[in-house]
């Protein structure tokens, strides 16, 4: 019942920016942890970013260090992820979840495509 609903993606130049959001009627994310994920085709979920519910902490996968930016609005139970910079390799669909453990469904996700 409880669906999560990630938006933004699209289709972009390398070098260019996306920004993601993620929210949920039913969950209530100020209380958790929460983090972006990705998935290209015939790759494993992936963890990209993470952040503590009072903004204070925060977390990046090597691979998108210093080019995305994770941000949220507990007030309107938003997660964002800021893309900059974006590569090819960044292609994949991006979900939301809590982290580190993910205690909602997988939503369906928002595709980025990064073309060179």
């Known amino acids: 019942q409880v669906r999560l609903v990630e938006s933004g993606g699209g289709l972009v130049q390398a070098g260019g920016s996306l920004r993601l959001s993620c929210t949920s009627s039913?969950?209530?994310?100020?209380?958790?942890?929460m983090g972006w994920y990705r998935q290209a085709p015939g790759k494993d979920r992936e963890e990209v970013a993470r952040?503590?519910?009072?903004?204070?902490?925060?977390y990046y996968a090597a691979s998108v260090k210093d080019r995305f930016t994770i941000t949220r609005d507990n007030a309107k139970n938003m997660v964002f992820l800021q893309m900059d910079r974006l590569k090819p390799e960044d292609t994949a669909v991006y979900y939301c979840?809590?982290?580190?453990?993910?205690?909602?469904?997988w939503g369906p996700g928002t595709q980025v495509t990064v073309s060179s």
């Open positions: 952040m503590t519910s009072n903004l204070r902490e925060t």
């Open positions: 979840n809590s982290a580190p453990t993910q205690y909602y469904s």
């Open positions: 039913q969950a209530h994310f100020s209380v958790w942890t």
